[in-house]
C-alpha cells in the first residue's frame, strides 16, 4: 500500500511551548488523532494532538494536511474531568469539548486501534488513531505515515465543524 509522510511540525515556541514531552497514561495525550485515512496525495485530513509537559497540561494543534500543504493551529488547554477547554491564542477564541478516548479496534479497520469522540454543543466527531502513532519524550513529533485509502469514506461531522 502507498504510503505518504505528513510532517507535522510544531512549532509551538512561539506560544511558550517547546517539545520536551512527558508520557502520559491518558489515551488523549501524546496520540496523534486523524479524522480518516488520505485518499490521495492531496487529501486534506484533520489532525488533532495534545500535548502535556512534565505532567502538566500545556497544548496542543488543530492541523488540517495532506502530502502538500499543512495548516496548523496550536492551542492551550485545561482540563476538568472529561470537559476541556481549549484556548486558541491567534484567533481568540475558546472552545469546550468533551472528550471520550477508547479502544474500538473491533469496529474500525485497521491501522485504527483507538477512538477519540470530540463534542461540542454543534455536535460530535470521532478521530481514530493507531497504538503505533503515541510520540513521547525520546522520540518528540515527526514524520507520520498515513497509508492512503483509495475507499476511505468520510461520513457525519468533520472535526471544523464542530470546533468553530
Known sequence: ????AILVAL????????????????LVMHQVWIDHLPTSETDMIAQ?????????????????????RTNLEAFRHQRSGNTWTLDFPQAK???????????CEKKVKPPFQLCLDVTTDRGT??????????FDDDE?????????????????????????
Open 1 to 4: 500500500m502507498k504510503k505518504i
Open 48 to 68: 488533532l494532538l495534545f500535548i502535556e509537559q512534565r505532567g502538566q497540561q500545556v497544548g496542543g494543534a488543530v492541523i488540517h494536511a495532506s502530502a502538500w
Open 11 to 26: 512549532s509551538l515556541g512561539a506560544s511558550g511551548l517547546y517539545l520536551a514531552l512527558r508520557p502520559s497514561d491518558d
Open 93 to 103: 477564541q475558546k472552545a469546550k469539548v468533551k472528550l471520550k478516548a477508547y479502544r
Open 140 to 164: 518528540g513529533i515527526g514524520a507520520r505515515h498515513f497509508p492512503i485509502d483509495k475507499d476511505a469514506t468520510v461520513s457525519g461531522p468533520r472535526l471544523s465543524d464542530v470546533l468553530r
Open 125 to 134: 466527531v470521532t478521530l481514530y488513531s493507531s497504538d503505533d502513532w503515541r
